[in-house]
């Protein structure tokens, strides 16, 4: 299995712009993390789905973040517009339900916005 | 609700000798419990879990670790350190809550020659 992957590895942007990151679970995993890691704040949940569907988007910053979740293999994270203070490390998650929520993380997308 | 405290936010040991990362629990309910690693630069890989079976869990590269429910601990060992073993670990465990996962702050292992 090729487990999690995401896209793009780093991203370097400027503030206002539109950032997009996206994620691939490992196949038939049915539950789907979105984490943001900065060494003030640590390991955050953002968001996470179920079969597709958000579950609980309260760690979501704020409205200038949101996630999709169109099909099973995808899901995409996007920042409109674009903040320094929004400098981190992005990964995704996923798991199968019934395994005691072990979560298989992917590699991580390091955005940097100037 | 569930928390997952971590004693340490640093412990350096010297090569071949033991590791020991801690962690303690709280929970009204038997947890689910985790341990991660995450090397520099790279994205967290699962080392072992504790999900109400055996009460020592062996894990990959030599860790392992022991759920204590009397102490509420559920600390990571590893008999003889090597440098590869130098990164962030994390204790997580299960919540009751809508968050499936409770992270602790982390402990960085650094491994000296």
């Known amino acids: 299995d090729a487990g999690v992957i995401q896209s793009p590895r780093h991203e370097v942007t400027e503030m206002g712009q539109e950032v997009t990151l996206r994620c691939k679970p490992i196949s038939g995993h049915d539950y789907l993390f979105w984490y943001r890691q900065t060494m003030m704040r640590g390991l955050e949940l953002l968001i996470y789905f179920n079969n597709n569907v958000p579950i609980d988007d309260s760690g979501m910053p704020e409205d200038r973040f949101s996630a999709k979740m169109p099909n099973a293999s995808f899901s995409t994270l996007k920042i409109q517009p674009s903040e320094p203070r929004d400098s981190a490390v992005y990964f995704c998650?996923?798991?199968?339900?019934?395994?005691?929520?072990?979560?298989?993380f992917g590699p991580g997308t390091r955005l940097l916005v100037l | 609700a569930q928390s997952v405290t971590q004693l340490d936010s640093h412990v350096s040991v010297s090569e071949g000798t033991p590791v020991l990362l801690r962690c303690n629990y709280s929970s009204s309910y038997s947890p689910s419990l985790f341990w991660y690693v995450q090397h520099p630069n790279k994205g967290l890989q699962l080392l072992l879990k504790y999900t109400s079976a055996a009460t020592l869990v062996k894990g990959i590269n030599g860790f392992e670790a022991e759920f204590k429910k009397s102490e509420t601990s559920f600390h990571l060992t590893k008999p003889s350190a090597h440098m590869s073993d130098a990164a962030e670990y994390f204790c997580?465990?299960?919540?009751?809550?809508?968050?499936?996962?409770?992270f602790g702050k982390g402990t960085r292992l650094s491994v000296i020659a």
């Open positions: 997580v465990g299960t919540n009751s809550g809508n968050t499936p996962l409770v």
């Open positions: 998650a996923s798991s199968l339900s019934g395994a005691a929520w072990t979560q298989y």
